[in-house]
């Protein structure tokens, strides 16, 4: 739609930033493959604790390192509208909120935050044009194709122990 072409622009743009953490086929700048001469850099605090919780404390809890909390992965954006709610822990419910979000500069702030979260301004319409832009990368056939279902029977334990079922 022309939402969505205005939307691309808007978030490939230097005031959104958008891009430098999602970027790519997948949106994403997880890259690291075997063998591959460059560390994984696609770890990045949010902002959204000023402290993070013992129960989501990020990378730290892998590396031990102080620089690492709150670090987490950078989701891809492949289907991003029917995965809420948003950031690793849920407490974002919709797109629109995780744009309010990134356009306040984070929520609590953190001594690690990304320096790319500082906030925008942003109109309504903008808003809703980087929705459709993100609506755009949903893949309905993806979705709908039952070679991507899952492979396990009602009754078996690793469907009934989920989580979120």
């Known amino acids: 739609s022309e939402a969505a072409k ?6 490939f743009d230097h005031r959104f930033e958008c891009y430098h953490c999602h970027q790519g086929v997948l949106f994403t700048d997880n890259f690291q493959r075997e ?8 770890f990045h605090n949010t902002g959204l604790y000023a402290e993070y919780p013992a129960s989501a404390p990020g990378r ?7 620089g690492d909390a709150g670090l987490f992965r950078t989701p891809s954006l492949r289907n991003v509208t029917v995965t809420a709610p948003y950031m ?3 407490s974002i419910p919709d797109l629109r909120a995780v744009l309010a979000h990134y356009a306040n500069g984070g929520r609590e702030g953190h ?10 301004d942003a109109t309504e ?3 809703n044009d980087i929705i459709a832009f993100l609506e755009s990368l949903t893949d309905e056939a993806f979705l709908t194709n039952p070679a991507h279902t899952d492979p396990w029977p009602d ?11």
Do not use: K, Y
């Open 60 to 66: 730290i809890e892998i590396t031990g390192e102080p």
């Open 111 to 120: 001594a690690n935050q990304d320096g790319m979260i500082v906030g925008f």
């Open 6 to 11: 205005r939307g691309e622009q808007l978030f």
């Open 125 to 127: 319409t903008e808003i």
């Open 88 to 90: 690793h822990d849920g």
């Open 155 to 165: 009754d078996h334990p690793a469907r009934i122990n989920r989580v979120n079922p």
């Open 35 to 42: 063998g591959s001469p460059w560390v994984e850099t696609g």
